[in-house]
């Protein structure tokens, strides 16, 4: 499996810092954030304990059984890049599911997935929005067995397991997508791009997608920084 030297991700905590000016060379760069919708962070304070959330004092307290959107994981950024290179990633499936909810990928990346769980597990793969696209079937896994499995397809997929609901996993596959991911809030980087025009995806499974379209100019920083918000996939 090739290394990709001429292309790096930097995934970074703190402050967001403009990547260093390669000569030749571009950036792109910006922070991910993950947010509730609109109307429910406009909502007036209640006691009750029905209510979305309370308030004390300036400080917003999310209800227990609310999600925290603010400190949400399993966001992604990627680029489309030509030369990609086949990526290779884990995932382990245990007796209460999946190590991971959600993956961003490439077809031609291969998952390396571990059965950790007492039984034998049969995955396979579905397209969520094209059920013309078939599905993708992979061999029978026996406990304590770890195996590679190249994905072939494109779109939003999910990874599931015959006849046992505990296992789903979201994917969202894109030809040559090399991403990255992020909790909310995560800065990101993709550096030392050649000039010129570039695709964008942000994904949240549960928050939906963005595309967003750029270009890059030598010895230049783009900075883009991006919400996936519950309005947009209720509008």
Same mark, same amino acid.
């Given at each position: 499996?090739?290394?990709?030297?001429?292309?790096?991700?930097?995934?970074?905590?703190?402050c967001?810092k403009?990547?260093?000016?390669?000569?030749?060379?571009?950036?792109?760069?910006?922070?991910?954030?993950?947010?509730?919708?609109?109307?429910? =962070?406009?909502?007036? !304070?209640?006691? %009750? /304990?029905?209510?979305?959330?309370s *308030?004390?004092? #300036?400080?917003?307290?999310? +209800?227990?059984?609310?999600?925290?959107?603010?400190?949400?994981?399993g966001?992604?950024?990627?680029?489309?890049?030509?030369?990609?290179?086949?990526?290779?990633h884990?995932?382990v499936?245990?007796?209460?599911?999946?190590?991971?909810?959600?993956?961003?990928?490439?077809?031609?990346?291969?998952?390396?997935?571990?059965?950790?769980?007492?039984?034998?597990?049969?995955?396979?793969?579905?397209?969520?929005?094209?059920?013309?696209?078939?599905?993708?079937?992979?061999?029978?896994?026996?406990?304590?067995q770890?195996?590679?499995?190249?994905?072939?397809?494109?779109?939003? =997929?999910?990874?599931? !397991?015959?006849? %046992? /609901?505990?296992?789903?996993?979201? *994917?969202?596959? #894109?030809?040559?997508?090399? +991403?990255?991911?992020?909790?909310?809030?995560?800065?990101?980087?993709?550096?030392?791009?050649?000039?010129?025009?570039?695709?964008?995806?942000?994904?949240?499974?549960?928050?939906?997608?963005?595309?967003?379209?750029?270009?890059?100019?030598?010895?230049?920083?783009?900075?883009?920084?991006?919400?996936?918000?519950?309005?947009?996939?209720?509008?």
């Open positions: 499996m090739k290394t990709i030297s001429f292309f790096l991700i930097w995934v970074l905590t703190g967001v403009a990547p260093e000016i390669i000569p030749g060379l571009g950036s792109v760069y910006g922070i991910l954030e993950a947010n509730a919708h609109r109307s429910i =962070l406009n909502k007036s !304070a209640f006691s %009750d /304990e029905n209510s979305v959330y *308030i004390s004092g #300036k400080n917003r307290e999310f +209800a227990k059984k609310m999600i925290d959107y603010h400190t949400l994981t966001l992604f950024a990627g680029i489309i890049k030509p030369a990609h290179s086949p990526q290779q884990k995932l499936a245990t007796e209460t599911g999946f190590s991971h909810k959600s993956l961003a990928l490439a077809p031609g990346d291969s998952l390396l997935l571990s059965n950790l769980s007492h039984k034998k597990l049969n995955f396979f793969i579905i397209n969520r929005n094209d059920s013309d696209a078939g599905f993708q079937s992979f061999p029978e896994l026996a406990p304590g770890q195996k590679k499995f190249s994905i072939q397809q494109t779109g939003e =997929l999910e990874l599931l !397991a015959d006849e %046992d /609901e505990r296992y789903k996993m979201h *994917i969202l596959s #894109k030809t040559n997508l090399l +991403a990255v991911q992020l909790s909310s809030n995560q800065p990101y980087q993709f550096t030392h791009l050649t000039p010129g025009p570039y695709q964008l995806y942000f994904w949240h499974w549960r928050l939906g997608l963005i595309k967003k379209e750029i270009t890059i100019h030598s010895e230049s920083n783009h900075r883009l920084d991006i919400v996936l918000s519950v309005d947009r996939i209720i509008q």
